[in-house]
């Protein structure tokens, strides 16, 4: 998520901007796309914009909270027609994090394309066994996405790093 200013129907108002949805999320499963901007949060049975909440920071905390809770915000999604808003109610729930995502490229079955999503603990082993995967089902090239990717943990990035260095090479 990213902090952001939206314009539809002709209000400026702050949003928070999904930049991505993770694999198997409650997120995904609710259907909320990258692009939907998050203009009101729900806390304690009030609505609150994202001013009105005390800002971007304040807002990201009422969406979080305990499994089995919900998160019931508004977004604003863009359509051929203009925007919308759509109301979500989304039940919080644990799940595995997926930092890493891959497939074989459908124009060349010899290129291995690496999504990296975000860099945490679980990134570095999960680039090895995509990039492993993707050796054995043919791939000698690789492209590594990190669109949207905003960073994360500084250990797991030099792990990945690592991944492409020789011992004792700079």
Known sequence: VINTTTDHNGVTQSAIEIIMVYPNSPAEKAEIRPGDKVIKVKHEGKTYTIEEAGGYTAALNYLRGEAGT???F?????TEQGFEELDFSVKREAFESTSV???????NSEVGIVMILQFDLTTPEQFEAAVD????????KFVFDVRNNPGGDLESIKAVLSYFLEVGNP
């Open 70 to 72: 919900l998160a019931e």
């Open 74 to 78: 508004t977004v604003v999604r863009k």
């Open 101 to 107: 995502t891959s497939k074989v490229s459908k124009t």
């Open 133 to 140: 995967d993707l050796i054995a089902k043919g791939c000698d």
